[in-house]
């Protein structure tokens, strides 16, 4: 026994992090008794509820009963669904072979930008994002950008192009190049004139091997310090 709890003590375990996750266990579980005892629903709650009503609707049932009622789907910001929310529209809108002109009537978009998915933001899932492209057959992107400069769009397709598959999952986020509208824009300058040329991309380098919170911080600092200058 003692030369176990030396092992145990010898490993990188953290007393803290072992504590949070108990907690967040204990939590989760007691939150759903707390809603249930005060009959109260949350917005998880109606994804989890819904799916798994779904999952269990006798031969589809409740999935065809929706699909009449909103025959066409449209989802916006798509990078930012879940693996439980694309279940549930997969579940709706999922096509099989059917002689029923209303049933190949329905159909599911799905608008978003994969590169977003990658960094998480709003809970979203890189791999949902990629088990649903695989699922369609018709893809589809827009060759003009109209939000930014030619001189940033030429600056993104010439860095990201330098790269073969610069986002590793080559056939699920590809990327396309885009081109600039022929519309003239007004410009803003800046009189700097530690940076005459003023390139629309820029890099900041921060120095020495710092943590993940140090960059962080570093980065924040950063770009206050580049904010100050430009007002």
């Known amino acids: 026994t003692f030369v176990l709890i030396e092992s145990l003590l010898k490993e990188d375990i953290s007393l ?9 266990a204990w939590i989760k579980d007691n939150l ?3 809603k249930q005892q005060h009959m109260l629903l949350g917005f998880d709650d109606l994804l989890t509820r819904l799916d798994k009503a ?8 409740l999935g065809e009963q929706i699909k009449q009622q909103y025959p ?11 693996p ?38 709003r809970g979203a899932d890189i791999f949902t994002y990629m088990t649903a492209r695989n699922a369609v057959t018709a893809h589809y992107s827009l060759g003009f950008n109209y939000r930014s400069s030619p ?30 509208p022929d519309i003239k824009r007004k410009k803003l300058v800046v009189n700097n004139p ?6 629309a991309l820029q890099f900041l380098h921060v120095n020495g091997g710092l943590s993940s919170d140090a960059f962080r911080h570093a980065s924040a600092q950063a770009t206050v310090n580049e904010i100050k200058t430009l007002l």
């Open 84 to 121: 439980v929310q694309y279940r549930i529209f997969d579940t709706i809108y999922k096509q099989v072979n059917s002689d029923d002109s209303a049933f190949n009537a329905s159909g599911l978009f799905m608008i978003g930008d994969p590169k977003q998915a990658i960094y998480s933001f």
């Open 151 to 180: 001189d940033m769009i030429d600056a993104v397709n010439g860095f990201f192009e330098h790269k073969s598959a610069p986002f590793i999952y080559e056939q699920d986020i590809p990327f396309h190049p885009v081109k600039a």
């Open 32 to 34: 759903q008794k707390t």
């Open 72 to 82: 066409i789907a449209l989802i916006d910001e798509f990078q930012d669904t879940d």
């Open 194 to 199: 530690d940076d005459d040329q003023q390139k």
């Open 54 to 61: 779904l999952q269990v609707s006798a031969e589809g049932y």
């Open 16 to 24: 803290k992090n072992t504590l949070l996750i108990k907690a967040t």
